[in-house]
Nanobody, 119 residues
Framework: QVQVVESGGGLVQPGGSLRLSCAAS????????MGWYRQAPGKQRELVAL???????NIADSVKGRFTISRDNAKNTVYLQMNSVKPEDTAVYYC?????????????WGQGTQVTVSS
């Protein structure tokens, strides 16, 4: 059974930093894309950053220059380094893995981790 698990959320002051981790586990044959999305109260879920298996990254304009996505292929893990955070970064951050497992390709979502930026 495939699992996607996030960690690292919490309360951080404006201008501070936080690092999120997301690990995919199980009988995974191949991961095509792994990335981070976020959803603030009353808003739609939006892309923050993602990494493709070909090494391509896509980072939202709203976080470009402040957030960095990286990966550890051996651990099926992606990280989101959040620097210079702002109150508008407050949201539940979700990890999504587009992967092939158990005979099919589909998206797997984590349970989400809360990030709150406040003084």
């Amino acid at each position: 059974q495939v699992q996607v698990v996030e960690s690292g959320g919490g309360l951080v002051q404006p201008g501070g930093s936080l690092r999120l981790s997301c690990a995919a586990s199980g009988n995974i044959f191949h991961i095509y894309v792994m990335g981070w999305y976020r959803q603030a109260p009353g808003k739609q879920r939006e892309l923050v950053a993602l990494f493709t298996s070909g090494g391509i990254t896509n980072i939202a304009d709203s976080v470009k220059g402040r957030f960095t996505i990286s990966r550890d292929n051996a651990k099926n893990t992606v990280y989101l380094q959040m620097n210079s955070v702002k109150p508008e970064d407050t949201a539940v951050y979700y990890c999504k893995a587009d992967l092939y497992a158990q005979g099919s390709r589909r998206d797997y979502w984590g349970q989400g981790t809360q990030v709150t930026v406040s003084s």
